[in-house]
């Protein structure tokens, strides 16, 4: 079944991120999907993450469609006018790719290429209504489209934003200009995020958590410190302290995952993982989540 | 001089609820001097009004907008008729209605869209203030101008790099955004940040039409030279 149709139906979805590699050799990110695919839903495929050259996200999705697996294209508005954006979703669909999670796109003097010029011609909002207009037939100035799109759009939010209520409204605005669903940035404080789901109730919009496996306390305590809008409790941040060998952080990791997917589970409709290269932490978590089967 | 004209009165009037009062504030520098602000455009934008049942409680040219002491200085001593107003329109570049804005409690609107900045640019550093986008969207913004304050140019909202008000790309540079919704809520105004704002029209960055470029420096090495 469809990402779409599961959604729609209410049914619990788990997604994960796959990076595109940084070159042509894709044997790694395809053995990763191949693992686990039999435990997920779909893969987001990103957009040159944090500004970071790599493999175009369509050209990834494409060879997971291949493979008979479903993915979720991360688009951004950092890179492409108006005019490339239509292109490569117009190729996006003709390639087989359903999905689209829309973003505004971190900006370049994060990445390997800080002097690249950011294009912004569209914000993510645009975006989603451009995505929607390419779904009725036409182009974004009015002309007709041989053969249309119909993509399932996604936005994004991060739900422990402070302040939350800008974020809020321009979520409301996502939703009314045509996303579909929702997949969050990191979640750590489960509280938070509940405080998040009672605020947008009214939007109706099926909700995936986010999720970034802590590795170690210094990560962490990096995240809560540099990363905008990431907020790890202090709790989190000492139990992995506590935890002393690789295998010892491993284990905590899953655990703290896993304990945020059980409180998080009954208030949203699926999780998001985003493993950062520990794709292989992904069974151990889902299985202490109890999502295994 | 920054090149502006005056919008289409259908759009000025888009930002208007019913009967809104209104008070008229014109530049008497460089908008005057391309016909879109001084005495002539408060008398096209009173008839606009008046046409369309907005009271207009009062009116001044300022020379020179940008001067943000004068602006204070002037509106402080209409005071009365400024606060009787439900919002003030504004005929001048972006920079003068961020002048006017940056000194009133009160939604100020831009009857203009600023297309170049030619020559002489005002008294306030035009470029960090004004994108001379030639598609004025203060209207929406609370008077803050989301092209120029934003690295990313984002016309309904924060990033997601925005946190406890600062920008992602800078440490300590406030987030246009977050200033744009706390100025928006304490006017009572967020139904203009949910308004959908279709993409900017980029031509009118771009291209200034020869007939438009009659800035001092234009004028000065084309038209006295021929």
């Known amino acids: 079944m469809r990402l779409r149709e599961r959604l729609e139906?209410?049914?619990?979805?788990?997604?994960?991120?796959?990076?595109?590699?940084?070159?042509?050799?894709?044997?790694?990110?395809?053995?990763?999907?191949?693992?686990?695919?039999?435990?997920?839903?779909?893969?987001?495929?990103?957009?040159?993450?944090?500004?970071?050259?790599?493999?175009?996200?369509?050209?990834?999705?494409?060879?997971?469609?291949?493979?008979?697996?479903?993915?979720?294209?991360?688009?951004?508005?950092?890179?492409?006018?108006?005019?490339?954006?239509?292109?490569?979703?117009?190729?996006?669909?003709?390639?087989?790719?359903?999905?689209?999670?829309?973003?505004?796109?971190?900006?370049?003097?994060?990445?390997?290429?800080?002097?690249?010029?950011?294009?912004?011609?569209?914000?993510?909002?645009?975006?989603?209504?451009?995505?929607?207009?390419?779904?009725?037939?036409?182009?974004?100035?009015?002309?007709?489209?041989?053969?249309?799109?119909?993509?399932?759009?996604?936005?994004?939010?991060?739900?422990?934003?402070?302040?939350?209520?800008?974020?809020?409204?321009?979520?409301?605005?996502?939703?009314?200009?045509?996303?579909?669903?929702?997949?969050?940035?990191?979640?750590?404080?489960?509280?938070?995020?509940?405080?998040?789901?009672?605020?947008?109730?009214?939007?109706?919009?099926?909700?995936?958590?986010?999720?970034?496996?802590?590795?170690?306390?210094?990560?962490?305590?990096?995240?809560?410190?540099?990363?905008?809008?990431?907020?790890?409790?202090?709790?989190?941040?000492?139990?992995?302290?506590?935890?002393?060998?690789?295998?010892?952080?491993?284990?905590?990791?899953?655990?703290?995952c896993a304990r945020i997917i059980r409180k998080v589970r009954p208030h949203c409709q699926g999780i998001h993982l985003m493993p950062m290269g520990w794709d292989d932490l992904v069974p151990e978590i889902l299985g202490l989540a109890g999502l295994l089967g | 001089m920054l090149v502006s004209e005056l919008k289409p009165k259908e759009e000025i009037l888009g930002y208007l609820r019913e009967g809104e009062r209104i008070f008229l504030v014109s530049c008497g520098g460089c908008a005057d001097v391309c016909e879109a602000g001084g005495e002539k455009a408060l008398s096209s934008l009173r008839t606009v009004l008046q046409d369309a049942g907005h009271p207009c409680v009062g009116e001044t040219v300022i020379p020179f907008l940008c001067n943000k002491v004068l602006v204070g200085l002037r509106l402080s001593r209409l005071q009365q008729k400024v606060e009787s107003a439900d919002a003030v329109l504004v005929a001048s570049c972006g920079v003068g209605v961020q002048a006017v804005a940056a000194v009133l409690e009160k939604p100020v609107f831009p009857a203009s869209n600023t297309i170049t900045y030619g020559a002489f640019q005002g008294v306030w550093p035009s470029e960090e203030r004004c994108a001379r986008c030639g598609d004025c969207v203060l209207a929406y913004t609370g008077g803050i101008c989301p092209l120029t304050a934003c690295p990313k140019g984002l016309l309904h909202g924060p990033c997601g790099g925005s946190y406890q008000g600062e920008c992602e790309v800078e440490r300590g540079r406030p987030c246009a955004w977050q200033r744009i919704y706390d100025r928006l809520e304490a006017l009572g105004r967020l139904d203009l940040f949910l308004r959908y704002k279709p993409p900017k029209d980029r031509q009118k960055e771009r291209d200034v039409p020869l007939s438009r470029r009659k800035s001092l420096f234009w004028a000065l090495e084309y038209v006295e030279g021929e």
Not at chain 1, 10 to 22: D, L, N, Q, R, S
């Open chain 1, 9 to 256: 139906k209410g049914e619990f979805v788990i997604t994960c991120e796959a990076a595109p590699p940084k070159g042509t050799d894709v044997k790694e990110a395809l053995e990763n999907v191949r693992r686990l695919a039999p435990l997920v839903h779909a893969f987001n495929v990103t957009d040159l993450q944090s500004s970071v050259v790599r493999m175009s996200s369509w050209a990834l999705c494409a060879l997971i469609r291949q493979e008979g697996f479903e993915p979720i294209l991360q688009v951004t508005c950092r890179d492409r006018n108006r005019l490339a954006l239509q292109a490569d979703l117009l190729g996006a669909w003709a390639l087989g790719i359903e999905n689209v999670l829309a973003l505004t796109g971190d900006y370049p003097t994060f990445g390997d290429h800080p002097q690249a010029m950011p294009v912004f011609d569209l914000d993510s909002v645009q975006l989603i209504a451009l995505i929607q207009t390419l779904n009725s037939g036409r182009d974004l100035s009015g002309n007709e489209l041989s053969g249309r799109t119909d993509f399932f759009v996604g936005a994004v939010v991060n739900p422990t934003a402070d302040p939350l209520e800008p974020h809020l409204l321009k979520l409301r605005l996502k939703v009314e200009v045509g996303a579909r669903f929702v997949q969050t940035q990191a979640v750590y404080d489960p509280e938070a995020f509940m405080r998040f789901v009672r605020k947008t109730e009214q939007l109706k919009v099926p909700i995936l958590v986010g999720l970034i496996p802590l590795k170690s306390a210094r990560m962490a305590r990096f995240m809560a410190e540099h990363i905008a809008g990431i907020r790890v409790p202090e709790e989190v941040i000492r139990e992995m302290e506590g935890a002393k060998t690789p295998e010892e952080r491993r284990k905590r990791s899953a655990e703290i």
